[in-house]
Nanobody, 121 residues
Framework: VQLQASGGGLVQPGGSLTLSCAAS????????IGWFRQPPGKEREFVAL????????HYADSVKGRFIISRDNAKNTVYLEMNSLKSEDTAVYSC???????????????WGQGTQVTVSS
């Protein structure tokens, strides 16, 4: 499975942006799609994940209440709606696919290339 992340860009603090993660093929129903980000000069960190079959989600505390992860199984696409963006949300955002409902990057077997999100006035 190949993943393609898109939708990044420059946005002002307090603004919104929606990222997309499109899979090249139909994913297994039990698959989990995760979003991760890597801020400049920092380690990669977990953002959110969703199970394709049930739609069950999990968020990092830093984005809970501001970000919404969703999926469109017919389009093999997962979205990350980001609201009330802060400068500390600036990072390269990547999506990945795995089988475990886990916030650890090591649980994911395939990664897409990242998309840059910059929050700045």
């Amino acid at each position: 499975v190949q993943l393609q992340a898109s939708g990044g860009g420059l946005v002002q603090p307090g603004g919104s942006l929606t990222l997309s993660c499109a899979a090249s093929t139909r994913t297994y129903s039990s698959s989990v799609i995760g979003w991760f980000r890597q801020p400049p000069g920092k380690e990669r960190e977990f953002v959110a994940l969703i199970r394709r079959s049930s739609g069950t989600t999990h968020y990092a505390d830093s984005v809970k209440g501001r970000f919404i992860i969703s999926r469109d199984n017919a389009k093999n696409t997962v979205y990350l709606e980001m609201n009330s963006l802060k400068s500390e949300d600036t990072a390269v955002y990547s999506c990945a696919i795995g089988s475990s409902f886990s916030s650890s990057g090591s649980a994911y077997r395939s990664w897409g290339q990242g998309t840059q999100v910059t929050v700045s006035s």
